[in-house]
């Protein structure tokens, strides 16, 4: 286990004791919430893979390589870190080429960051 993953680790457990976070996974469709589903990939420098898989409006991180993520990222793991920290965001870890989405939607990896921050605020 890496740094990376202790820490996203404990902001998920936290996660999950919030409503308002666990709603960041919840899609209004046609006037009907859906619940939004997903696993999120992370091969980062330094760190054993993990993932993190949402699945109704619970939160876990898992060690190891899931099979058919919808989201997969690579790169600096302090660059996770700091996110963790409240230091920065997805949206700028990207900008500034420490995270790479090698699949899915950047859209989606904001929305992750959403519910991180509403974690963070309630410290």
Not at 65 to 88: H, Q, W, Y
Request: proline share 3%; glycine share 6%; hydrophobic share 40%.
């Amino acid at each position: 286990m890496g740094i990376a993953y202790e820490n996203l680790t404990r902001i998920v457990e936290k996660m999950n004791t919030l409503p308002k976070a666990q709603q960041v996974f919840v899609t209004d469709i046609g006037g009907k919430p859906v619940h939004w589903d997903m696993t999120f990939q992370f091969n980062l420098d330094n760190e054993d893979p993990f993932y993190v898989e949402i699945q109704d409006l619970k939160a876990k991180v898992n060690q190891g390589t899931f099979s058919s993520p919808e989201i997969v990222m690579s790169g600096d793991n302090l660059a996770i870190v700091r996110i963790c920290e409240g230091k920065g965001d997805f949206t700028h870890a990207i900008s500034r080429e420490q995270i790479t989405v090698e699949k899915g939607k950047v859209m989606d990896v904001i929305r992750l960051t959403r519910a991180i921050t509403l974690v963070l605020k309630t410290k």
